[in-house]
C-alpha cells in the first residue's frame, strides 16, 4: 500500500511537472503575443499618424482649389465686366459716326 501510495505520488508529480512545462510554455506564448500586439499598436498609430497627416494635407488643397476658383470667377467677372465696356465704346463710337454722317 505504502509502495503503490509512492506510485501516486510520484505520477501525481510528474504530471504537475508536465503541467508546469505547459504552464511555462503558455506564458511565454502568452507573452510573445503581448509583444506582438504592442509592435501593431505602434504600427496602427504610425497609421493614424500618417492619415491625419494626409487629411491635412487633402484640406490644405481643397482651400487652394477653392481659392483658385473665386479667383478664376473674379477674373470671368473682370473679363465681362471689359467687354461690356467694349462694346459700349463701339456702340458710342458707331453712333459718333452715324451723328457726323447724319450732319
Given amino acids: 500500500a505504502v509502495a503503490e501510495g509512492e506510485d501516486t505520488a510520484t505520477a ?3 504530471r504537475l511537472g508536465e503541467k508546469e512545462s ?3 510554455l503558455r506564458e511565454k506564448e502568452l507573452q510573445a503575443l503581448q509583444t506582438e ?3 501593431l499598436q505602434r504600427q496602427i498609430q504610425e497609421v493614424r499618424k500618417k492619415f491625419a497627416g494626409a487629411e491635412e494635407e487633402v484640406a ?3 482651400l487652394e482649389v477653392e481659392a483658385v476658383q473665386r479667383q478664376r470667377a473674379d477674373v470671368a ?3 465681362l465686366a471689359v467687354k461690356e465696356r467694349e462694346s459700349a465704346a463701339v456702340t458710342a463710337a458707331h453712333e459718333g459716326l452715324v451723328q457726323k ?3
Fill in 60 to 62: 490644405a488643397a481643397k
Fill in 12 to 14: 501525481l508529480r510528474e
Fill in 22 to 24: 505547459e504552464l511555462e
Fill in 101 to 103: 454722317e447724319a450732319a
Fill in 77 to 79: 467677372t473682370e473679363l
Fill in 37 to 39: 500586439s504592442e509592435g
